[in-house]
């Protein structure tokens, strides 16, 4: 049997792309640059302020520059957590089916506890999940398999009986790590990296919808 399924948050469970891409386009404006249209921000959500500040500004934590850009972008974005956030066509109705069905489901995410409860309150979500896990919920955070094991506790699963549901390659990694069924969300964000199919997933789904036939 299936004992829950876990969800990444930005990118799987729910599209975060327009108010972190908000945040993003202030700061590049404070700088003088014009703003980046939503097409280019999306592929780099799912690896939180160090994608984004690589893509608005070709930056990477060593440099100089990181560290007040990254505060003043956190700063920024905790203005607005919610503002255009929405869940995933077909989440709703997925999350509805797991309960009937009698199955757990949670978020585990490396967004900081700080962004990760105020979105999920704001979805209508956070009395619904079983556990929610953020990136500063245990010691190392994903590709470490540490805060899927630590839903799992919380939850009250087997990690070898838990699917866990991401749109980046360390999500598939962690999943691994954790011996717990390794999907793929096509529909996500999906990044830059190794092509959606070298990700070492057990299956890679097309639709939220698509998650109820892997269910055992």
Same mark, same amino acid.
């Given at each position: 049997?299936?004992?829950?399924?876990?969800?990444?948050?930005?990118?799987?469970?729910?599209?975060?792309?327009?108010?972190?891409?908000?945040?993003?386009?202030?700061?590049?404006?404070?700088?003088?640059?014009?703003?980046?249209?939503?097409?280019?921000?999306?592929?780099?959500?799912?690896?939180?302020?160090?994608?984004?500040?690589?893509?608005?500004?070709?930056?990477?934590?060593?440099?100089? !520059?990181?560290? %007040?850009?990254?505060?003043?972008? /956190?700063?920024?974005? @905790?203005? *607005?957590?919610?503002?255009?956030? #929405?869940?995933?066509?077909?989440?709703?109705t997925l999350l509805d089916r797991l309960e009937v069905q009698g199955i757990a489901w949670g978020v585990v995410t490396n967004k900081t506890s700080r962004y990760t409860l105020p979105v999920m309150e704001?979805?209508?979500?956070?009395?619904?999940?079983?556990?929610?896990?953020?990136?500063?919920?245990?010691? !190392?955070?994903? %590709?470490?398999?540490?805060?899927? /094991?630590?839903?799992? @506790?919380? *939850?009250?699963?087997?990690?070898? #009986?838990?699917?866990?549901?991401?749109?980046?390659?360390?999500?598939?990694?962690?999943?691994?790590?954790?011996?717990?069924?390794?999907?793929?969300?096509?529909?996500?964000?999906?990044?830059?990296?190794?092509?959606?199919?070298?990700?070492?997933?057990?299956?890679?789904?097309?639709?939220?919808?698509?998650?109820?036939?892997?269910?055992?």
């Amino acid at each position: 049997m299936t004992d829950a399924v876990l969800f990444d948050l930005d990118g799987t469970l729910a599209d975060t792309a327009a108010d972190l891409g908000a945040a993003l386009n202030r700061l590049r404006s404070e700088a003088g640059h014009a703003p980046l249209p939503s097409e280019t921000i999306r592929p780099h959500v799912s690896k939180g302020v160090r994608g984004l500040l690589g893509v608005g500004f070709r930056l990477t934590p060593g440099d100089d !520059r990181y560290a %007040p850009l990254h505060q003043r972008f /956190l700063a920024y974005y @905790a203005e *607005a957590l919610c503002v255009e956030t #929405r869940l995933f066509e077909g989440i709703d109705t997925l999350l509805d089916r797991l309960e009937v069905q009698g199955i757990a489901w949670g978020v585990v995410t490396n967004k900081t506890s700080r962004y990760t409860l105020p979105v999920m309150e704001a979805l209508g979500l956070m009395r619904r999940a079983v556990c929610i896990v953020s990136g500063d919920s245990s010691p !190392r955070p994903k %590709p470490a398999p540490d805060p899927l /094991l630590l839903a799992c @506790a919380i *939850a009250g699963a087997e990690p070898a #009986r838990c699917l866990y549901v991401g749109d980046d390659l360390r999500d598939m990694q962690a999943a691994r790590a954790a011996g717990m069924g390794a999907v793929a969300a096509a529909w996500g964000y999906l990044g830059d990296d190794l092509p959606l199919e070298e990700w070492g997933a057990d299956t890679i789904l097309q639709s939220p919808a698509d998650v109820i036939g892997l269910l055992r």
